[in-house]
Each structure stands twice: as C-alpha cells, then as structure tokens.
C-alpha cells in the first residue's frame, strides 16, 4: 500500500526481524485540548528515557527527540545520533511518541472526529508540556535541545518558534517546513537522483513506463502487465491503474528517498545503484528492467504479490482502530500539508498517472475535504509557521540539515538564513541521513555535517552557560 507520503522518521519497533524494547514505556498525563480551557479531559501519552549518558541529571542537558508520524522506540533514545551527542554532552534523552500514532491514542478510535484533535498545533503544545512536567517530575534544570527528521523535524523547527523560552535550539533535519498541495518537486528530485548513476537508467525507467501506458489502453495490455509485476489481483478499475502505477513510481521514490539508509540494511543492499544497474543492463528490454527492480524488491520486502487494489488501499485507510498510523498520517496530510507527490511535473520519467487528483479524491472519500479545502488547509499551515521565509530576528537557535539526494530538501532550509539559522547541506545526503546510527561506509560529506551539527549544539550550550552567570 502506498499512502500519499513519508512515513520516514516513523520506526518501525519490529524492523528487520529486531525488537527495541529495552528501555520501558513512561506515561505521561497529556490534555486533550491546549487551546480549549473548558477541556478538561486528559490522555496517556507514551514516552522513553534514558539517563544512561548523564554525570549529573538534574542539570545535565536535556536532548528531546521529538516524535513525528509512527511509533518510537529505543533508537530514539540510543542508538541515533541523539545517543551520540548525548554520549558527549552527558545528556538526559527523552523521546515523545506524537498524538494518535504508535501507542499514543487519546481516543478508543481514530473516528473523523477524534482526529480532529490531531493537529502540528497541538503536537507542539504537547511537547511544550511535556518538556515542563519532566522538568518538575525528574528535578532537570538543564538547558533543552530539541530534535526532529521528516515531519518531525519540521516539528522541532517549529517549536523553537513558538516556544522559545522551553527550547534552547532544535536540529530540524529534512524538515519539510513548506506545505504544498501538488508537491510535483519531489519526482524532480527523485530524477536528478537517479541522474548521479547515469543519465540512461532515468531515460530507461521512462522507456519503461511509456510501454506501460501504451499497454495499460487494452485488456490484453492489462494482462500482461498483472503478469509481469506480479500484481496481487486484476487491475479492474482506472483507481487500480492509478494505484498501480503509484507503487511502480514508488519503487524508485523509496529507494531514491532512503538510498543507504543506516537503519535498514535493506537500503544498503537495493540502493541508487543497484536498481540503476539493473535499469541499464543490456540484457533486458527497459519493460523488463522496470518489471525485475519491482520483483527484486517485493523479494527483499518478503511480499508475495504487488497490492495494487485502490479499494484494498482504502478499506485500511478507512479503518479506524488503532494502531493506524497510515490513517493518522492522511488525514494530517489533508488537514494541514498536502505533500502530495504528483506525476504532474514533465521533468520527471514517471509518465502522467499519478495526477493530484489521485490524492485530493481520497481526501474527500476519507474525510470529507474537497480539493479547494485541502488548499485552504496548506494555506493557513504556511500562515501559521511561515513556510520557508524564517525572520532571523524572531528565530534563532535552529539548525536545518538536509541532503541533495532526498526529495524532500525541495521543501526546507539549504541555504543559512544567518548564522543563528544555519543550514548544512549534505552532498549524497538522503532523508534523515544525518540521524541514523554511524556505519564505517559513511561519506566524508556525511561525518562532517555530523561533526558541524555537534559543534552547533556545543556553541548553544555553552552560551547558555555563559547567560547563567
């Protein structure tokens, strides 16, 4: 199933046949409407510590990593980066499963309704909690960073804005801090990607994908391509041959998105090069290619079939038992970011079927929003955290790291808007690089953003010293 975006900084606790459950839950008492003060209902909202790395925890620094759009787990608390610089500035480590996903309901279900109480706003405004009852349960007097990737490095930008006084700085890494509803960018990005193995193997998916349409015009096409991506059922409707087509892009997408990922050893193994090499093999026509990079990974990903049902798609998106983070994640992509990514760009080689209107049409089946509210909503998310026009005199204290290779940097902060917003750039850099654990296969441009990042986070501590005397 393709829903319409990231689920990146989302970790999975069961990922790769490995279970992280060693540090154990917390609960802490969260309100269920910060801008009501007539809501007087409170929730349980998971969180982990660990105090492993500190010399003194009551005024240690405090590293909080900022949940965004899946369930934390003891990565967050350990083994990414943010136990690296914890580890060096003896740090307490928090991390804040985000409302409504993992194990954080507020609500029996995830009714339209309840998700109504979903929203960036209140996120926030839990984290701003938070923060402040671990202060008062724990005795912590030391000075706050904030962390964040994907969403939730948009998140940890925001935050800073909006709370400054809770914060001392945040590291919003491929921080999508710009709503779009036609975010036809992203597959720009995915072909200039692709572009650094070679300019064939982008000119070779597009072969491939123009036999696709071509075949996709009659029932014995049809046929044949079920067959040749082993699709789970029959492609019935035009919903299907969107949906289909969908999954095919997302091939290259994910493997583009989270080319050498150091959480999954799977994006190690089927990487920028490797579908690449096989795109441009000579012993197979581009069709063929195209039909072998889908094989090889529903092989890696141990599924037995392609699902491209849309209505199959839409029964778990309408689904509103908990957990269901792929409901969760759509109905904020409707109610607040769009993010949409669209086949409408022609500077791309995935054809013209995956069209906004693709995702706007489960936007209103799902929720009820029409195409012009879901713009609406994108709308008024830029007008609330001013998208990318950061006013160096409002905001400081944030450091946006992105890479050149991950789709989404079309969306943040590459350039430094002054030296309190200072952006790294990271060349071979994919999503949320940055944060994940070290690996002796790491580019030199990669160890140094790391280095920069702890040299920034190191400037903030110790100008916070220096203002406490």
Known sequence: MKTPIILVL??????????????PNNWFTQTMDHFNP????????????????????ATDPIFVQIGGE???????????????????YNANIFALEHRFYGQSQPFSDLSTQNL????????????????????????????????????????????RMKYPTVTLGSVASSAPILAVLDFYEYDEVV????????????????????????????????SKLETLFNTCAPLMTSLDIQNFASLLMGNFQGVVQYNDDNRNPISRTWDVTAVCNIMVNSSYDALTAYAAVNAALLNAYQSPCLDASYNDMMVSLFNISWPNDGRSWTYQTCAEFGYFQTTDSPRQPFGNLSPLSFYTGQCQSLFGNTPGNVQKNVDATNRKYGGKNLNPWTSTNIVFVNGNVDPWHALGITKSVSSDLPAVFIEGGAHCSNVYPDSAADSAALIAARSQISETINAWLIQFDVNKK
């Open 38 to 57: 007539q809501d007087l209902r409170t929730w349980n909202q998971r969180y982990l510590m660990n105090q492993a790395y500190t010399q003194n925890p």
């Open 191 to 222: 072909d200039a990607s692709l572009s650094i193995f070679g300019t064939q193997c982008v000119s070779r998916i597009s072969e491939a994908v123009s036999a696709v349409q071509s075949m996709l015009q009659t029932p014995s096409g049809i």
């Open 10 to 23: 989302a970790v999975v606790s069961c990922a790769f046949g490995k279970e992280y459950n060693d540090f």
């Open 116 to 159: 109504a109480y979903l929203t960036s706003e209140q996120a926030l405004a839990d984290t701003a909690d938070f923060i402040l009852g671990m202060r008062q349960q724990y005795n912590l007097s030391g000075p706050v960073v904030t962390f964040g990737c994907s969403y939730s490095g948009a998140l940890a930008a925001w935050f």
């Open 70 to 88: 899946g369930p934390i787990d003891d990565r967050d608390v350990s083994l990414f980066q943010i136990g690296n610089y914890a580890q060096k």
